[in-house]
């Protein structure tokens, strides 16, 4: 990775998008088929040691891991984080780096859904929503931000959501919606910060099939259907590219922007 925002000595594509030897944090890859795993599965193709991290589900990340680093021959580890705890972001930070000894990326994907509206839910459903989403991506920022600095080198990844360019319809989410706009702000801001050493960009994904939006009614999430220009929710495995490009070298003169992957649903 070059120094701060200089450019790459590498000038092939395959080198440039190479993580060989590069440590990739990705929190939220405790699932069998989110984002965060396929973010996670992206980085070990191409090369990367990865630190993992779960909130409420160690057996699913232990599983994680140790099939990543079965099939692609990287060290893989995982550790258990509170998102929303910056005292447990600082520890988490610290053991990784103790395990690996530096962090060339972060992709800060661990987040909470919203269920409900400002007036209709309650105080906690909105604070819970804002820290995890807004909150403790920007405390992962503070703590890595440090050692990107020290380094002088780093990428940071948020992944953001469209919901943060648009108000969804027909659900009710106004503090998802709210915290991720944030958090594409957030990025830009950090890339403006960081300009002297580190690169900060967010990803925007529309409906991506996860399992987390099953509980939703069949008929709302048939009108979703109707406004994705596409005709289909996403599948994860469709965002591994984004994220294996903002935190390779190939984007190396890419920082402060947000890449939308939604099937076309905002360019309505």
Request: aromatic share 8%.
């Amino acid at each position: 990775m070059p120094q701060g925002n200089g450019i790459p000595k590498a000038s092939r594509l395959l080198d440039l998008l190479s993580l060989k030897g590069k440590v990739v944090v990705v929190t939220g890859a405790s699932g069998p088929r989110g984002m965060g795993i396929e973010a996670a599965r992206g980085c070990a193709e191409m090369g990367a040691d990865l630190a993992i991290t779960y909130s409420s589900r160690p057996d699913g990340a232990r599983k994680n891991a140790e099939e990543l680093s079965a099939e692609h021959g990287v060290t893989v580890k995982c550790y258990k984080l509170d998102i929303g705890d910056y005292n447990d972001v600082e520890k988490v930070v610290g053991d990784i780096l103790k395990d690996f000894g530096k962090i060339d990326a972060f992709v800060a994907n661990a987040g909470a859904t919203a269920d409900t509206g400002l007036v209709d839910g309650s105080k906690e459903d909105w604070d819970r929503v804002i820290q995890t989403d807004l909150s403790g991506t920007a405390y992962c920022a503070k703590v890595v931000g440090r050692h990107f600095k020290e380094r002088g080198q780093g990428s940071f990844v948020i992944t953001a959501s469209m919901s943060g360019h648009i108000a969804n319809y027909p659900q009710e989410q106004t503090s998802y919606n709210v915290a991720k706009a944030g958090c594409i702000h957030l990025a830009k801001s950090l890339a403006n910060e960081w300009r002297g050493f580190a690169r900060c960009n967010s990803i925007s994904p529309g409906y991506i099939d996860t399992g987390l939006s099953d509980f939703v009614d069949k008929k709302v999430q048939d009108l979703w259907m109707s406004m994705i220009p596409l005709g289909r929710n996403g599948d994860a495995k469709e965002l591994k590219g984004a994220y294996v490009y903002l935190v390779s070298d190939a984007s190396s003169y890419t920082t402060g922007s947000d890449i939308v992957i939604d099937g076309g649903y905002t360019c309505r």
